[in-house]
C-alpha cells in the first residue's frame, strides 16, 4: 500500500517530510489535514496520534508522528545507505543533534514568536524577541564552529529541511535576521541550491504571510491549549447613528457650518470627531449634509484640516502596523 502523510500546508514539521519525500522519490499520498477546521483534534486523528499533531505518516498502518522521526523512518526504510541521513556514527549523531536542536529550541523559540501570534490570541514579546535571537545566535555558532556547507554536513542532509523551514517563518513576518551571518548565508544557498525544494517552503511562506496579513477566524475551535483570538470587526464596531444625528441637525439647521452659517469652535470637535470614522474607512457617504459639511471643511479650511489629517495618518499607520506584527 502506498505511504500516506497527513499534513497542513503550511506548516513546517510537514513541509520538512515532504522535502524528503520529494528528493528520494518515495511515492506517497498526501492527505490534507483542514488545521481550522480542527480535523486534527478528532478521536479518530488521534487514533493516528494521540498527540493531536500534523504531520502523521500511515506505512500500511503503522502510525509514525514526530516529524524527525518520520525523516529518519523515510530514509532508513525507503533509502538505506543516502546521504540524506548518513551511516558514519559521528556525522549521524551530528545530523540527529541538529533535529533535536530545531525541535527542542530553534523551532520552538521561532515559532513561538512567528506563527502562534498568527492563528492565536499571543502577542510577540520582547521575551519571545530575546528567545528568537538566542535561537538565531546558537544556530550561528554551530554552523560557524562546524564550517559545514549544510546544517550537519558539507552536502545535504534531513536535519537541514526542519532548520530551513523554521527559518522560512522568520522571513514570512519580514524579520530581519542578516546579522547571523552563517544562517543566513546557509538559508538563502538552500534556495539557490535546491529551488525545487525551496519551492515546497516559498509556497508555505506564502500562505503565512496572507494569514499573517488577515488572521483567520478561528472563535469555532475549541483548542486544549492554545487562547483563541476574538475576531474584532472593527466596520461593525462603529456606530452609524451620531453620523445620523448630526445629518438631522445640519438638515433641521439648514446652516453651512454645524451651528451657524460660519465656522465655529463646535466645528471643530465635530469634524475631529467625524475624522476618525474616515481614518478606519467608515462609509458615511450616505448621510449627505455630514459629507458635503465635512468635505466643504477640508476645501475651506485647509490649515486646519492639516491639523486634523496628520493625526489621521498617524493612526492609520499605527493601525496598518499593528496589524502586519499581529
Ligand atoms: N513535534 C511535532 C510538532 C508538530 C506540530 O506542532 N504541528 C502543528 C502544525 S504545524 C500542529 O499540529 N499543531 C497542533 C495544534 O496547534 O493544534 C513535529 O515535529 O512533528
Redesign the pocket.
Known amino acids: 500500500m502506498v505511504l500516506k502523510l497527513y499534513v497542513?500546508s503550511d506548516?513546517?514539521?510537514?513541509l520538512s517530510v515532504r522535502q524528503a519525500l520529494a528528493l528520494l522519490e518515495v511515492p506517497c499520498q498526501q492527505v490534507d489535514v483542514d488545521?481550522g477546521a480542527g480535523d486534527?483534534?478528532t478521536d479518530e486523528y488521534a487514533l493516528m496520534n494521540p498527540q493531536?499533531?500534523?504531520?502523521v505518516l500511515d506505512d500500511d498502518g503503522f502510525f509514525l508522528?514526530?516529524?524527525?522521526a518520520i525523516l529518519q523512518y523515510i530514509c532508513d526504510k525507503y533509502s538505506p545507505g543516502t546521504p540524506l541521513y548518513p551511516q558514519d556514527p559521528k556525522i549521524r549523531a551530528v545530523v540527529n543533534h541538529r533535529l533535536c536542536f530545531n525541535?527542542s529550541t530553534y523551532y520552538a523559540n521561532i515559532s513561538a514568536y512567528t506563527m502562534a501570534p498568527i492563528f492565536f490570541d499571543y502577542e510577540r514579546t520582547p521575551l519571545g524577541l530575546k528567545k528568537v535571537h538566542i535561537a538565531l545566535d546558537v544556530f550561528n555558532t554551530y554552523l560557524s564552529r562546524a564550517g559545514t556547507t549544510h546544517a550537519a554536513a558539507d552536502h545535504l542532509t534531513i536535519a537541514d529541511f526542519p532548520l530551513i523551514n523554521s527559518t522560512m517563518t522568520l522571513e514570512a513576518i519580514d524579520f530581519d535576521f542578516s546579522k547571523y551571518e552563517k544562517v543566513s548565508t546557509w538559508y538563502e544557498d538552500f534556495k539557490k541550491d535546491y529551488p525545487e525544494l525551496w519551492k515546497i517552503s516559498a509556497d508555505a511562506m506564502k500562505e503565512i504571510k496572507h494569514f499573517a496579513a488577515n488572521p483567520p477566524d478561528l472563535t469555532h475551535m475549541d483548542?486544549p491549549i492554545?487562547p483563541i483570538r476574538k475576531v474584532k470587526n472593527r466596520r461593525a464596531t462603529v456606530s452609524s447613528s451620531p453620523a445620523g444625528v448630526l445629518e438631522t441637525y445640519l438638515t433641521r439647521n439648514g446652516t453651512t457650518d454645524v451651528a451657524a452659517d460660519h465656522l465655529t469652535i463646535a466645528d471643530f470637535p465635530l469634524i475631529n470627531s467625524t475624522m476618525t470614522l474616515e481614518t478606519v474607512d467608515f462609509d458615511f457617504s450616505k448621510y449627505k449634509k455630514v459629507t458635503a459639511w465635512y468635505e466643504g471643511f477640508k476645501n475651506n479650511y485647509p490649515e486646519l484640516w492639516k491639523i486634523s489629517e496628520d493625526d489621521m495618518k498617524f493612526t492609520q499607520a499605527y493601525i496598518a502596523n499593528s496589524h502586519k506584527s499581529l
Open positions: 497542513v506548516g513546517p514539521p510537514s488545521f486534527h483534534m493531536k499533531e500534523i504531520p508522528s514526530e516529524s524527525n525541535l483548542h492554545h
